[in-house]
């Protein structure tokens, strides 16, 4: 059979599925099955799902091969965690930067699997992505290759910061009323609870705290953590930030391997996926015991056109993440164990998901 019928056969998902021994729908627990709308928003609220399911070996088949170099990943990569904000050098000099918004799910694990996970999502949530482009870009990332950015990207990226701020002040503008939030059951509502303005007074020094409110949840990958909290402040200026404080949870990276403390964890995330670019906008704080993601909410400045741009978008992600595994020690060994043979790689990878994405559709059924 050619590598094209191969590659076919591979992603058409409704074609029959030899799932794994023990992994008969039901054998592994989704969560979330029911207010998820479709296999993709099931792959994303489930990276503890997935990362606890590669633990057994028997599901990796030839992709085991690949699993020994290892580093720091996100653990949970796909397209909505990847944005343009504002962020800051460590210089204090402010630029809109494509960045990591969300590896509350990241620590050590292998290399090949964070793509493979990457791989896995983008075919759940795209009919049109092609897996060849995927690997293409990957590989070229992993060689320390150059590429360019999309254009729906860079457009992003160009805004200044004086825009972005207009921007700001005015999606601010539309949450708030008389200094206070605009409450709308199941959107923003009042919060009484600990902690307090008292609680976390320290966290916001040089500002004024306004008010607190709580950002119920219905769905997604931090669900079980509870409540996040929305706060509104004031600065030396008179300007208004909405910070949202999120409750913290283990890394979903947790089911697979040990990992480290997680004030450690996260300055290694910072260090990799921030690198040069000052931490406290996405960090971790304490506050009345409990311990928060903090980083102010941000407005939307990315958007994609049509699922071409889309693509286009998740093709350069996918060369990112083998930029940014490239430059780790074990980088350079995965790219020789891959060169051996790039199309066993290749095919080992495509069977993982195949397989996967054959659970994931059970389960929605």
Not at 146 to 175: D, H, W
Not at 189 to 207: A, H, Q, T
Not at 309 to 330: C, D, F, S, W
Request: with cysteine.
């Amino acid at each position: 059979m050619s590598a094209v019928v191969t590659c076919a056969l591979l992603f058409n998902l409704s074609a029959p599925v030899d799932l794994p021994a023990g992994s008969e729908p039901g054998a592994f627990g989704f969560q979330q099955i029911e207010t998820s709308k479709n296999v993709s928003q099931l792959l994303r609220s489930n990276a503890d799902h997935i990362w606890s399911y590669n633990r057994d070996s028997s599901v990796l088949k030839d992709l085991i091969r690949y699993v020994e170099p290892s580093g720091t990943i996100s653990g949970d990569p796909h397209l909505g965690n990847m944005s343009v904000i504002p962020v800051q050098s460590k210089r204090g000099r402010g630029a809109l930067r494509f960045v990591n918004v969300d590896f509350d799910d990241g620590g050590k694990g292998p290399f090949a699997l964070e793509f493979a996970r990457f791989v896995l999502v983008a075919k759940g949530s795209s009919k049109e992505i092609r897996a060849k482009d995927l690997f293409k870009a990957y590989f070229a990332g992993l060689r320390g290759e150059q590429m360019a950015k999309p254009e729906s990207i860079a457009r992003a990226e160009a805004i200044s910061m004086e825009q972005y701020e207009t921007m700001r002040q005015a999606y601010v503008a539309k949450k708030v009323f008389n200094g206070k939030f605009k409450y709308k059951a199941g959107e923003v509502e009042r919060w009484d609870g600990r902690p307090n303005v008292d609680d976390i007074k320290d966290l916001f020094k040089g500002s004024t705290i306004l008010d607190i409110a709580k950002r119920p949840l219905d769905r997604g990958g931090s669900l079980d953590a509870g409540e996040r909290l929305w706060v509104l402040t004031q600065d030396r200026a008179g300007a208004q930030h909405i910070t949202e404080l999120k409750p913290y949870v283990d890394t979903s990276l947790s089911e697979y391997t040990r990992q480290a403390d997680p004030k450690e964890r996260v300055n290694d995330l910072h260090d990799t996926y921030w690198p040069g670019l000052n931490g406290k906008a996405y960090d971790l704080v304490e506050a009345y015991g409990k311990t928060y993601w903090i980083r102010e909410k941000k407005v939307e400045v990315l958007s994609y056109k049509d699922h071409a741009e889309e693509n286009e978008a998740r093709i350069y992600i996918a060369y990112l993440i083998g930029q940014t595994q490239g430059q780790q020690a074990e980088g350079p060994r995965l790219l020789k164990l891959i060169e051996k043979d790039p199309e066993r790689f290749k095919e080992a990878v495509k069977t993982y998901v195949k397989t996967y994405l054959g659970l994931a559709n059970s389960a929605m059924e």
